[in-house]
């Protein structure tokens, strides 16, 4: 068992040791695409920034500071999932062309392989932002930032798991990129990078559940702010149930699987 652990993370490190030496491979494009992403975020906080300033630095109790935190949890575990874990957006076309075929056939953890397929390049400035952003939020304080650190692991987990449970529906459904564009880059994002006062109960409730925009963005911000023991289990335990049932679904959706019959090398 020990041997098939260590021959699992094995297998990880090689796989994002080749897709960093492929990103750079392009370093222009990389740079690029990373710095387009560190400015496209970087717009969004000089625009808070001018509302806070002409509403004398603070509206409805909100702070600033609870925008950077805003747009550093959710943004860095965003540009972590993608930058590392980037295959799994990769499952609905690979269900739809066959090309899960490889990934089957091979002696591998079939997740793990999946998700270290692709690497999104862009995602590299997504994820520098957002702990930049974060290192500015907590004030140099290097418990809290640790403590941000461990809630941004938990996030990308969930994230993944998202990602998982709404790409595999793709053997059900058939095309669906378009409404995993709207719920990944629409949904997720929009609930996690503004502030949870301003939702009403509605949305607050698909936050909990269809949505984990509260796991990923706001209880954690919460915490850093006051530690609360129930609130911290309870984000464990979603990320735990969550990852389980992204788990399930992927395994019990290959059963509806059709082999395309590809004889091909991973990509």
Known sequence: MLMGVKNTINFFIL????????????????????IFMILNNGFFLIFWAVV???????????????????????????????FFFGGFREINRYVLTGGLDTYILQPKNMLLNLATSKCDFGAFGDMMYGLVVGWIACGGSIWQYTQLLFYTILGTIITCATFVMVRIISIWLGEIEQVAHIYENTLLITLCNYPFEIFGGFMKFIMFTVVPAAYISHLPIKLLGKFDGRIFLWICLMTVVYTMMAIIIFYQSLKRYESGNHIAMKE
């Open 15 to 34: 796989s994002l040791k080749y897709n960093i030496k492929s990103s750079l491979e392009y370093k222009k494009s990389f740079i690029v695409q990373s």
């Open 52 to 82: 806070f300033q002409t509403n004398e630095g603070q509206i409805n109790g909100i702070e600033m500071n609870d925008i950077l935190y805003l747009w550093s949890l959710p943004v860095a575990s965003w540009g972590i999932a993608n």
